[in-house]
């Protein structure tokens, strides 16, 4: 967490949960969150609809405050209001000023804050708070406990399954061959193309809704060292059609696959040389899996629960 959210999250004596800072303030429930380019404030709110005459009151306190805050832009529903500001040292300084005004104007307006419940709408007696994609809502203990429980229902009944995605990796590794098959062609430097095979065959098994399992991890490496080998195999096929074509003789596609196969089993050097390349390649397609680690971390962060 940035230094500035936390020493605002000590002066207003809020908590935080994955990075999410939140806390009642003022009667009203908020949470401010600073990362990946922009800060943004969501107060919780219940509203009956977009339009109704509080919604109204409350978008036109934002947009006479937003030139002199520096609000990059806000978002009013019927669950609470998100206003958000570039993720800077200065706007950060604009946001705590905000609060401040913003949650007084909210209260000057009679707007109900964080005594009533965001699911039924009922006041509280007693306060829970529970978090919904990285907003902070209050609730009566019965509405926090269905609500956690109906989203791990949902969460297990639209769970990605692992044979799909398995599909999708070695679709994706297909794809991913493309580049090295291609500028194997012209002679460069082309192991390094084995970035794409991880990465395509980790995006095809994301893209067809493959589960985060111990599969998955064990399922990629293998998918891509698979992928590299008849590539550089093919490679090596092309190569020595040029070196025979250069010297006009004309050999059938069978004969040249069988005599580099031959080769590779027969000559040592030319096995070694295989067995470096796919290690290199190998290391290249690890390279394009672990680059995109980060994005799968963020996911699990969306999650409903009680604080
Ligand atoms: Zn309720």
Same mark, same amino acid.
């Given at each position: 967490?940035?230094?500035?959210?936390?020493?605002?999250?000590?002066?207003?004596?809020?908590?935080?949960?994955?990075? +999410?800072?939140?806390?009642?303030?003022?009667?009203?429930?908020?949470?401010?969150?600073?990362? #990946?380019?922009?800060?943004?404030?969501?107060?919780?709110?219940?509203?009956?609809?977009?339009?109704?005459?509080?919604?109204?009151?409350?978008?036109?306190?934002?947009?006479?405050?937003?030139?002199?805050?520096?609000?990059?832009?806000?978002?009013? #529903?019927?669950?609470?209001?998100?206003?958000?500001?570039?993720?800077?040292?200065?706007?950060?300084?604009?946001?705590?000023?905000?609060?401040?005004?913003?949650?007084?104007?909210?209260?000057?307006?009679?707007?109900?804050?964080?005594?009533?419940?965001? #699911?039924?709408?009922?006041?509280?007696?007693?306060?829970?708070?529970?978090?919904?994609?990285?907003?902070?809502?209050?609730?009566?203990?019965?509405?926090?406990?269905? /609500?956690?429980?109906?989203?791990?229902?949902?969460?297990?009944?639209?769970?990605?399954?692992?044979?799909?995605?398995?599909?999708?990796?070695?679709?994706?590794?297909?794809?991913?061959?493309?580049?090295?098959?291609?500028?194997?062609?012209?002679?460069?430097?082309?192991?390094?193309?084995?970035?794409? +095979?991880?990465?395509?065959?980790?995006?095809?098994?994301?893209?067809?809704?493959?589960? #985060?399992?111990?599969?998955?991890?064990?399922?990629?490496?293998?998918?891509?060292?698979?992928?590299?080998?008849?590539?550089?195999?093919?490679?090596?096929?092309?190569?020595?059609?040029?070196?025979?074509?250069?010297?006009?003789?004309?050999?059938?596609?069978?004969?040249?696959?069988?005599?580099?196969?031959?080769? +590779?089993?027969?000559?040592?050097?030319?096995?070694?040389? /295989?067995?470096?390349?796919?290690?290199?390649?190998?290391?290249?397609?690890?390279?394009?899996?672990?680059?995109?680690?980060?994005?799968?971390?963020? +996911?699990?962060?969306?999650?409903?629960?009680?604080?």
């Amino acid at each position: 967490m940035k230094f500035r959210v936390r020493s605002f999250m000590k002066e207003i004596g809020f908590k935080a949960v994955d990075d +999410i800072v939140y806390g009642v303030h003022d009667g009203y429930l908020v949470s401010i969150t600073d990362g #990946n380019g922009i800060t943004s404030m969501f107060v919780d709110l219940v509203l009956p609809s977009i339009d109704c005459e509080d919604s109204e009151k409350i978008k036109k306190i934002i947009s006479i405050n937003s030139k002199q805050y520096s609000i990059l832009r806000a978002e009013v #529903n019927e669950t609470g209001a998100l206003i958000v500001f570039a993720s800077t040292v200065s706007s950060f300084n604009k946001l705590k000023d905000f609060f401040y005004t913003f949650l007084q104007q909210l209260r000057s307006a009679k707007i109900g804050g964080a005594s009533i419940c965001s #699911n039924c709408g009922k006041p509280i007696s007693s306060l829970k708070i529970i978090s919904i994609y990285e907003h902070m809502h209050t609730c009566d203990p019965d509405c926090a406990s269905h /609500l956690v429980s109906k989203h791990i229902a949902s969460r297990k009944r639209k769970r990605p399954n692992f044979l799909p995605g398995l599909l999708g990796a070695l679709l994706g590794a297909l794809v991913g061959v493309v580049p090295l098959i291609v500028l194997s062609r012209l002679d460069m430097f082309v192991l390094w193309c084995g970035i794409f +095979i991880g990465l395509f065959a980790k995006g095809g098994y994301e893209l067809f809704g493959g589960r #985060n399992c111990i599969g998955k991890i064990i399922c990629l490496p293998i998918i891509s060292f698979i992928a590299i080998i008849p590539s550089l195999f093919y490679s090596y096929c092309y190569s020595l059609n040029e070196i025979w074509l250069g010297k006009h003789y004309v050999v059938s596609y069978d004969k040249i696959v069988e005599l580099v196969y031959s080769y +590779i089993i027969e000559s040592g050097p030319i096995r070694t040389m /295989l067995l470096t390349e796919t290690v290199i390649a190998f290391s290249f397609a690890i390279l394009g899996l672990l680059l995109t680690m980060r994005f799968v971390r963020k +996911i699990h962060k969306e999650e409903v629960f009680i604080v």
